[in-house]
């Protein structure tokens, strides 16, 4: 008989990993193959506690599973196929014979003991597992075999809900149809994960009820279709492709339907033969132009079918359902998307999720664009109203997306509203190129053609430099974002400057913040020669104290809706020659005032597109 490295091949199948899904997937499915009605699976975690992240939540980790059923156990029979990789006795159920392998690439430790009628096998299963290691002791008692997987290998904070909710639906259409045929088979699902979780969970083939059953051909395959439905809140419409009863693919059809959750497994011959070894996908032909005689039908011609299938299948249980969800979604997409024409993504545009639509929508433009580009270079005549429609859309886009940003920011508490504020401004890590990505905007829209400074690298070094030397006199590294424009020579002319300052500070603190402030403007100006004006934004909370005393020094009230904003100029620069317009706000009232100037272009989008 030839050897095997089993560490390798373990390695080599493997590749993408295994979850605690897999491995509790695979026993439970060996369970039921072997004749189970009663299966347990426990979830133990750690007692200790972990830290997943500084700052983070302190959680515990999951330590054990152990697997439990009453089935036919180890025989002999079955302790020679386990010996055995890559087994055929299970080849009319879509076995692959490498199942348990995951247990390996999953824990460091796995031990195995099964109860039969009158003996007791057990074992340690490892990658050099070989029949001599079973250990077989005379001792009646009745039928129980149980998987102990320790030493797991990823040490995670388990999501109990997420986990035992999957596994569900992955053996829901083989428990259903195992109950139709006579045999009920119940699952119990048992922690001390101390999460918001029943304790004791119950899945059984008895409580699972199909609400309708369809079948459709695609070039000559038969698919079958059996639709279930969960109440409120769980939400959503997935198709689950099956292979061999199995769920081993999800297919979202809406993430965000919300009056139930449909599931629609789908099972074909089709899909049976086309597992991978791995049971974690189906190897289907990407496109029409890569199928052949063995696999005649792709992923490009059997989604949009599988859709079609699916949807009509729920209109015909679930009346008024979708109909309700389209015309709610509408009014949805209306209101935060008003620019987008919907009946110019298809009839099912009223289904699609948010994302979805967006994505779709930009497909569209980007087509648009790409075809008056080209109709522009091949000397083609093009329609000034299909620039002028391109453009409009664009600033509608953008409308919109202020929109969102700012409502996102006003819903924030007014703890994180600082932190939030400035990564809306300009997250980390990015220049402030993309339009989704530098909202300076959102201190005066008269910014809005300013770049970020880190965009020019020679700035960039210049800020570094000043930040560090801010840094140096003042014990306190400067929060700032910076911005610029540039004369018509192009060089840097105009700056602006936010300054970012933590709630709770006391009036020393906050006056210590607003010199740092114009001495980090100052600083600037100088190195960067072309400067000829500064704009500096305090963001700072305003108590009474600390407003009384920017009073008394020449600061002057501003405008603003319901809080205090202050301003005063200062000459900054080597010479004192350039003017520095410095405001101080909270947080608070900048977004209130971003919101309202927006309120403004909203107004307008809205009576254009009723019109």
């Not at 929508?361 to 648009?368: P, S, T, V």
């Not at 886009?397 to 929109?403: D, G, K, M, N, Q």
């Not at 910076?482 to 004369?487: A, G």
């Not at 350039?578 to 900048?590: E, F, N, T």
């Amino acid at each position: 008989m030839a050897r095997i490295n089993l560490r390798k091949f373990i390695a080599e199948h493997y590749r993408g990993g295994v979850s605690a899904r897999d491995v509790i997937r695979e026993a439970l499915t060996n369970a039921i193959h072997a004749e189970s009605n009663n299966i347990s699976v426990d979830l133990h975690f750690s007692e200790r506690q972990q830290e997943l992240s500084p700052g983070s939540e302190e959680r515990r980790s999951l330590e054990a599973i152990t697997i439990i059923d009453d089935g036919v156990g180890f025989t002999s029979e079955n302790l020679n196929f386990f010996d055995e990789i890559c087994t055929s006795h299970k080849d009319n159920i879509g076995g692959k014979g490498v199942g348990r392998l995951a247990f390996l690439k999953y824990a460091k430790t796995v031990q195995i003991r099964s109860q039969l009628e009158h003996e007791l096998v057990e074992f340690p299963y490892t990658p050099e597992f070989k029949l001599d290691d079973v250990k077989k002791s005379p001792k009646g008692g009745a039928r129980s075999t149980s998987i102990m997987l320790m030493d797991l290998k990823d040490k995670i904070n388990t999501q109990v809900t997420k986990l035992v909710n999957s596994i569900c639906d992955d053996l829901r259409l083989i428990l259903f149809l195992k109950h139709q045929a006579g045999h009920t088979i119940s699952l119990r699902f048992t922690h001390n994960s101390r999460q918001p979780f029943d304790e004791v969970y119950v899945f059984s083939g008895d409580s699972i009820e199909a609400e309708l059953e369809n079948e459709f051909d695609v070039e000559g395959e038969k698919f079958k279709c059996y639709l279930f439905r969960d109440d409120a809140p769980r939400k959503g419409i997935v198709a689950m492709l099956c292979a061999d009863q199995l769920c081993i693919e999800e297919y979202v059809i809406s993430k965000r339907f919300d009056i139930c959750r449909h599931l629609i497994f789908v099972t074909s011959d089709y899909f049976n033969h086309r597992s991978n070894i791995e049971r974690q996908r189906l190897e289907l032909p990407k496109t029409d132009e890569d199928t052949d005689m063995v696999s005649p039908i792709s992923r490009e011609k059997l989604t949009p079918r599988i859709h079609e299938e699916c949807m009509k299948m729920i209109n015909e249980s679930a009346e008024g359902d979708i109909d309700k969800f389209k015309i709610d979604n509408i009014e949805k997409l209306k209101k935060y998307y008003p620019f987008i024409k919907l009946d110019s993504l298809g009839g099912n545009a009223a289904l699609l999720d948010a994302d979805e639509v967006v994505k779709t929508y930009r497909a569209q433009q980007a087509r648009k664009e790409d075809q008056l580009i080209d109709a522009l270079e091949s000397g083609r005549p093009v329609s000034l109203d299909d620039v002028s429609h391109l453009a409009s859309e664009d600033l509608a886009r953008f409308i919109v997306h202020r929109a969102l940003v700012i409502d996102s920011l006003a819903r924030m508490p007014p703890t994180s509203a600082e932190d939030a504020l400035h990564n809306a401004i300009l997250p980390k890590r990015t220049d402030g190129s993309e339009i989704r990505e530098n909202n300076v905007w959102l201190v005066d829209d008269k910014f809005l053609s300013y770049s970020n400074i880190y965009s020019e690298e020679t700035l960039a070094k210049i800020i570094e430099d000043v930040g560090h030397s801010v840094e140096v006199k003042q014990q306190r590294r400067p929060d700032v974002a910076v911005f610029f424009s540039k004369d018509s020579e192009n060089h840097p002319n105009k700056l602006v400057i936010i300054e970012f300052k933590k709630p709770g500070a006391d009036i020393f603190e906050n006056n210590k913040a607003l010199m740092q402030c114009r001495l980090y403007a100052s600083e600037l100006a100088e190195k960067i020669g072309t400067v000829r004006e500064v704009f500096a934004f305090s963001v700072v909370e305003i108590d009474d104290a600390f407003y009384r005393d920017m009073k008394q020094t020449g600061f002057k009230d501003v405008f603003s809706l319901n809080d205090r904003v202050v301003y005063n100029d200062f000459s900054i620069g080597l010479n004192s020659e350039i003017p520095l317009h410095l405001y101080v706000m909270p947080a608070s009232a900048l977004i209130k005032d971003a919101k309202a100037r927006n309120k403004v272009f909203e107004e307008v989008l809205r009576f254009d597109v009723a019109k």
